[in-house]
């Protein structure tokens, strides 16, 4: 009854949200999800897709569900809301629909995973919001919105995990501007794999940042330089139980770090390691435990550097280097080809 409420409340307001609302509503989860799937498949904004770029994403869905990942639901959801309509199944559907100017009919109420922050959102951002629009129950979403927010989540989510009835989703989007995405391709899915590795480390938010901008500038180095471009990242993690929360949503310009990582030469050596973050059971070790040590001093020294131009805390960190025992346990724990690979690149630091 609640969820038929919500149906006719949005459907007799006219308050169904789509592509062409991004202008005015682009705060909401839902359009942050959308414009990660056309700025990724696309380099496009949402409210900027014609038929052929839907079908396009309809198309891109297709092999992900002949793997069998077809029913998979890639967001966080309430008891409430309608399971079906989440699937990346039923995303290509509804872009495949959409193409055809067709959309489900009556419209479904926007999900508790998409309206994160609604009313605080809008009273920053639109002011002609009136107070009684500030109720998630008055929104609908147009069934083609619906399924770009549903693409955007599976292109970012890079980790998951359950405990008892808790989920918990963590996502990124790596906004590259002035570039082709084309260029971009193999960056996503390393970033995805080095965010991964840091989070099941329970690593710092620094060394990700530092993780992420050394292997950005390893992919797109030489065009940053010459300032042809931007990268902007998103991370967000989200939980859930019987209520969804948006436990944290941080935004990073990572272009100048990127390039200063890129003058110390540092790029490669960087990414590498991070890449290697130990997980719990490794940190339990020895060598494990010393890892993880290098690499937040590592990371925390590099950001000094950036932020102040104070090179002596990247000297402190890398005296360790010179330590037979510290060189021994990385030789064990990473391979001796691998550690002196990526030592020779910590070694030739430019200053």
């Known amino acids: 009854m609640l969820r038929r409420r919500r149906q006719e409340s949005c459907q007799a307001r006219g308050q169904i949200l789509t592509p062409q609302d991004f202008s005015k509503y682009r705060e909401l989860m839902l359009y942050f999800y959308a414009r990660a799937a056309t700025r990724y498949l696309r380099n496009k904004e949402v409210d900027r897709l014609s038929p052929e770029d839907l079908e396009f994403i309809a198309k891109y869905l297709e092999d992900i569900i002949k793997s069998e990942k077809g029913n998979y639901v890639p967001l966080v959801l309430t008891s409430n809301d309608k399971r079906e309509h989440f699937t990346l199944h039923k995303a290509r559907d509804f872009l495949n629909d959409a193409v055809n100017n067709k959309y489900l009919d009556p419209s479904p109420p926007l999900p508790p995973a998409l309206s994160f922050e609604y009313g605080e959102y809008l009273r920053t951002y639109s002011d002609f919001v009136k107070e009684r629009l500030l109720k998630r129950m008055n929104l609908c979403v147009r069934s083609d919105l619906l399924a770009l927010a549903v693409v955007g989540a599976y292109l970012t989510e890079y980790y998951y995990k359950r405990e008892q009835n808790k989920h918990y989703r963590y996502y990124m989007f790596l906004d590259v501007l002035g570039l082709p995405f084309l260029i971009a391709t193999g960056l996503i899915d390393d970033a995805k794999q080095l965010a991964k590795a840091v989070r099941l480390g329970d690593g710092s938010p620094l060394t990700l940042y530092v993780g992420i901008a050394a292997l950005a500038a390893t992919h797109l180095g030489e065009r940053i330089l010459r300032g042809e471009g931007r ?29 200063d990582i890129g003058r110390l030469m540092l790029r490669d050596p960087l990414r590498r390691l991070i890449a290697r973050y130990p997980g719990a059971e490794i940190a339990s070790t020895s060598e494990g435990r010393t890892l993880r040590s290098f690499l937040e001093n590592l990371s925390r020294s590099v950001y000094i550097y950036h932020a102040r131009r104070n090179y ?30 990526i030592r020779n690149g910590l070694l030739s630091l430019k200053l």
């Open 312 to 341: 002596e805390e990247l000297y402190k960190c890398l005296r360790v280097l010179s330590s037979e025992e510290f060189n021994n346990k990385m030789k064990s724990l990473l391979g001796e080809e691998t550690w002196n690979y």
């Open 231 to 259: 990268v902007i990242l998103y991370h967000v993690a989200v939980e859930g139980d019987q209520r969804v929360r948006l436990a944290s949503f941080d935004q990073r310009d990572l272009t100048e770090l990127m390039i």
